[in-house]
């Protein structure tokens, strides 16, 4: 396989659009890297909220 796979960037930015309401040309824009720790930090801020 060569670059990301489509099914795991498609759920990325999905994840990313639905709780920051971000438009998916500017997290598609971000590198790998910073895409995965907003979708760390967002995971982060549900698993505070849900205590």
Do not use: C, T
Request: glycine content about 2%.
């Amino acid at each position: 396989m060569i670059g990301y796979p489509p099914d795991q960037l498609r759920k990325e930015v999905a994840y990313i659009a639905y709780f920051f309401h971000w438009q998916p040309d500017e997290i598609l824009s971000m590198d790998h890297h910073s895409r995965l720790e907003w979708v760390k930090e967002i995971a982060d801020i549900n698993q505070r909220m849900s205590v």
